[in-house]
């Protein structure tokens, strides 16, 4: 069975660095690309960005190039969003997704992690 | 900048059918396979069609997926509907190397 679990929620304050993470398993994670959705409170959804942990090869949107990293470990089949000086902007629900085979579109969510960002 | 178009909100009975809309803003949206995803209150989302009008497995017959290039659109379809169907529901397509949402149609099964 594929699964993305997502590490939990995280409260900082505004300048904070942070990274997040979500395991892949049931599947090749090598092979398949990973990408980032954010969803601000009451919110749609919104592409970040995505990376192909085979040979971390990563793509970003414009909206969020610079503002955050993307990156993987394939040795435990991880991959990670991160910032290193969060805003209160960035309060939000974080899902990875898996990227579906050749279509740009995903087939499996992770359950999302929650980050508050607070002083 | 693409961008892609839902109504706020629909709205049907249960055992009918309802259809959403999602209009690409330029170019062609058959250029591009078509994803709708559904996010009942609370939960992440799921996939529900993947390119065009594929479902993946558990989703059932009732959602089907398509696409009018006359008006530039995609749809969803949902018949027999289910107090369980209330949901947001999100297109989503690409383009210029970059994956682009709709702002989502919330359905209310009353």
């Known amino acids: 069975e594929v699964q993305l679990v997502q590490s939990g929620a995280e409260v900082k304050k505004p300048g904070e660095s942070l990274k997040i993470s979500c395991k892949g398993s049931g599947y090749s994670f090598t092979s398949y690309w990973i990408g980032w959705v954010r969803q601000m409170p009451g919110k749609g959804l919104e592409w970040m960005g995505i990376?192909?942990?085979?040979?971390?090869?990563?793509r970003y949107s414009p909206s969020f190039q610079g503002q955050v990293t993307i990156s993987a470990d394939k040795s435990i089949s991880t991959a990670y969003l991160q910032w290193s000086s969060l805003k209160a902007s960035d309060t939000a629900m974080y899902y990875c997704?898996?990227?579906?085979?050749?279509?740009?579109?995903?087939?499996?969510w992770g359950q999302g992690t929650l980050v508050t960002v607070s002083s | 900048n693409f961008m892609l178009t839902q109504p706020h909100s629909v709205s049907e009975s249960p055992g009918k059918t309802v259809t959403i809309s999602c209009t690409g803003s330029?170019?062609?949206?058959?250029?591009?396979?078509v994803q709708w995803y559904q996010q009942r209150p609370g939960s992440a989302p799921t996939t529900v069609i993947y390119?065009?009008?594929?479902?993946p497995s558990g989703v059932p017959d009732r959602f089907s997926g398509s696409i009018d290039s006359s008006s530039n659109s995609a749809s969803l379809t949902i018949s027999g509907l289910k107090t369980e169907d209330e949901a947001d529901y999100y297109c989503?397509?690409?383009?210029?190397?970059?994956?682009?949402f709709g702002g989502g149609t919330k359905l209310t099964v009353l």
């Open positions: 390119e065009d009008n594929q479902r």
């Open positions: 990376i192909y942990p085979g040979d971390s090869d990563t």
């Open positions: 997704v898996r990227r579906y085979g050749g279509t740009q579109g995903c087939d499996y």
């Open positions: 330029s170019g062609s949206i058959a250029s591009n396979y």
């Open positions: 989503q397509s690409y383009d210029s190397s970059t994956w682009v």
